[in-house]
């Protein structure tokens, strides 16, 4: 990955801009293996792990209420929903999950 590309990827990643237009080939954000950037992962942090050891699991639907309100939004024509679902995460092989240190701090 060219620095320019890095920088595009690392300004994206910190100001979530969604970068349009950009040349960015996101098949080649390698470092030995596929690198996903992540903002909510503290500074010079970094976590390397297996996907096949670590899944999304759903524990119910995916719950969608719609507004039945009559006042200022049905003046304005709008509509509210809330959407709620309960997921949680599954780690099978602990071992197979590492927290590295990228830059001494």
């Known amino acids: 990955m060219s620095k320019d590309s890095l920088a595009v990827t690392v300004r994206r990643a910190v100001t979530r801009v969604d970068g349009r ?4 080939d996101q098949g080649e954000c390698k470092i030995w293996v596929r690198a ?3 903002t909510t992962l503290p500074a010079r942090i970094a976590l390397v792990l297996d996907p096949n050891v670590v899944s ?3 524990l119910g639907g995916l719950d969608i209420e719609w507004s039945t309100e009559s006042g200022e939004l049905f ?3 709008q509509i509210q ?3 709620e679902t ?3 995460v599954s780690v099978y092989q602990p071992a197979a999950t590492y927290k590295v240190a990228t830059q001494a701090a």
């Open 21 to 24: 237009g950009v040349p960015l």
């Open 36 to 38: 996903v950037l992540s």
């Open 86 to 88: 309960r997921i949680g």
């Open 81 to 83: 929903a809330r959407v």
């Open 56 to 58: 999304i699991d759903t």
């Open 75 to 77: 003046s304005r024509n």
